[in-house]
C-alpha cells in the first residue's frame, strides 16, 4: 500500500530539490537492508553491526557539504559526522515512541536492544546543527524530551504528491457500485496503521452509534486489518455489512478509494504530521480528525476538528455534514483551496534555503 513511509519522504524531497537547485549535487546513502520479516537471531545481529558501525564509517568517508538525515533512528549518524566536522541535519517527523512503547512492535527487534539503540540513535540530534521538524507538535516534542534549544529547530510541514488529486465523478461512482454501496450510503474512510494511538475502537463505536440512528452506512478500512478484538466488536454489535476492509492497494487505487468516500475520519490520538489528512484534502474529501496533536495544523479551518475520544460527537459530525450540503461542500472547497501550499518544491526551497544558511554559516 501507498502508506506514508520515510521512502515517500525522502523521494519526493529529492526530487523536488532537484527542481529548485538544480545544480545541486545530491548522493543519496542508505544501509544495506535486511529481511525484516526474519526471526533469525544471526540476521539480528548483523543488521545492528551494518546500521551502528558499517554504514556510519561509509558515511563518514563521502564528501558532502552537508549531510541530511531523514530519521531519527538513524541520527546516530551525528556522533560519527560531527567527529570529522561534518554539517548535519535531521528529519525529525515524530518522537511516538517515547510515548507509546509498542509502536515497534512488529519491527526486527531485540526487544531491549531495540528500543535502547533507538534511543541512543535519536539522541544524536542533540548534537546535529538542525533539525527539521515536520509540524509545531513534534517540534515542541522534540524541544521538551531532548532538551534542545528551540533555535536550532526550524518546521517545515511535510507536503502531498501531486497523483492525489479529485477524479471525475463517474471514476468514484464506478468504484462505490463496485462496493455494492447506493447514492444514499454514505462513505466513511481510514487509512494507514492500527495501532492503539490510531484509535480504531472509537471509529467503529461511530459507525455503531450511526446504524442506530438508521443511517445507511459503510466504513472502509485501508491499509493495517483490524485487531481480533476489533474483529469480534464489529461481529458482536451486527457491523459485519457496514464495513469493509479494502486492503493495502496501490496509489492510484487509494486516489479512487479517496474520491469513492464521502469523508475521512482520522481521530488520532497523537500524529507528529498526518498525511493522509492532506491526501484527502487533495482528493476533496472532508476530514474529520482530532483536535490535539498535530493535526489542527495540517487540516486549519478546512476540516472538523472532534475530541478523538468522544464517539457521540464524532458521529454528530457524520451526521451534519451528510445532511448539511452547503457546509459539506464549504469543507470541500476550503480542503482543496488549502492543500494548494503543501507542495515538495516549497518544502524543497525551505530545506534548501536551510542548507544554504549551514554553508554560509
Keep these: ?30 544501509p544495506r537492508s535486511f529481511d525484516r520479516s526474519s526471526s533469525s537471531v544471526s540476521l539480528r545481529i548483523q543488521k545492528y553491526y551494518e546500521r551502528f558501525w558499517l554504514y556510519p564509517r561509509r558515511t563518514r568517508k563521502q564528501e558532502a557539504d552537508i549531510f541530511h538525515i531523514i530519521e531519527p533512528c538513524d541520527a546516530h549518524l551525528v556522533y560519527w559526522l560531527k567527529k570529522a566536522g561534518k554539517h548535519t541535519v535531521v528529519t525529525c517527523h515524530d518522537l511516538i515512541n517515547f510515548f507509546y512503547r509498542d509502536n515497534l512492535q512488529g519491527s526486527v527487534e531485540l526487544p531491549i ?4 539503540a533507538w534511543i541512543y540513535s535519536v539522541k544524536g540530534m542533540k548534537q546535529c546543527d538542525r533539525i527539521v521538524a515536520v509540524s509545531n507538535a513534534t517540534a515542541k516534542d522534540t524541544q521538551k524530551i531532548l532538551n534542545i534549544d528551540p533555535a536550532r529547530i526550524i518546521v517545515i510541514p511535510n507536503a502531498v504528491e501531486n497523483i492525489f488529486q479529485p477524479l471525475l465523478k463517474a471514476k468514484a ?117 482530532s483536535n490535539v496533536s498535530a493535526m489542527p495544523e495540517v487540516v486549519g479551518d478546512a476540516g472538523v476538528l472532534v475530541n478523538p475520544t468522544d464517539a457521540q460527537e464524532i458521529a454528530q459530525v457524520v451526521f451534519d455534514l451528510h445532511q448539511n450540503p452547503n457546509y459539506y461542500q464549504t469543507i470541500k472547497e ?26 554560509n554559516y
Design 113 to 116: 536492544i531495540s528500543r535502547n
Design 173 to 289: 461512482e464506478s468504484f462505490r457500485h463496485q462496493q455494492g454501496v447506493t447514492e444514499e450510503t454514505i462513505c466513511l474512510l481510514n487509512v494507514g496503521a492500527n495501532h492503539p494511538r490510531k484509535n480504531l475502537d472509537i471509529i467503529l463505536q461511530t459507525v455503531e452509534i450511526l446504524k442506530q440512528k438508521g443511517l445507511s452506512i459503510q466504513f472502509w478500512k485501508v491499509g493495517a486489518d483490524f485487531t481480533i478484538e476489533q474483529q469480534k466488536f464489529i461481529k458482536a454489535c451486527g457491523l459485519t455489512s457496514y464495513i469493509k476492509y479494502l486492503g493495502k492497494p496501490d496509489k492510484s487505487k487509494l486516489v479512487e478509494i479517496y474520491n469513492a468516500a464521502d469523508m475521512l475520519i482520522a481521530p488520532s490520538l497523537y500524529e507528529g504530521f498526518g498525511i493522509t489528512l492532506l491526501e484527502a484534502m487533495a482528493c476533496g474529501t472532508p476530514v474529520i480528525t
Design 1 to 30: 500500500m501507498a502508506e506514508f513511509s520515510i521512502d515517500v519522504y525522502s523521494n519526493n524531497l529529492i526530487s523536488a530539490l532537484k527542481t529548485v537547485r538544480p545544480d545541486w549535487e545530491i548522493i543519496e546513502l542508505a
Design 334 to 359: 476550503k480542503s482543496l483551496m488549502r492543500v494548494q501550499s503543501f507542495t515538495w518544491e516549497n518544502t524543497a526551497e525551505k530545506v534548501a534555503q536551510l542548507y544554504e544558511q549551514l554553508v
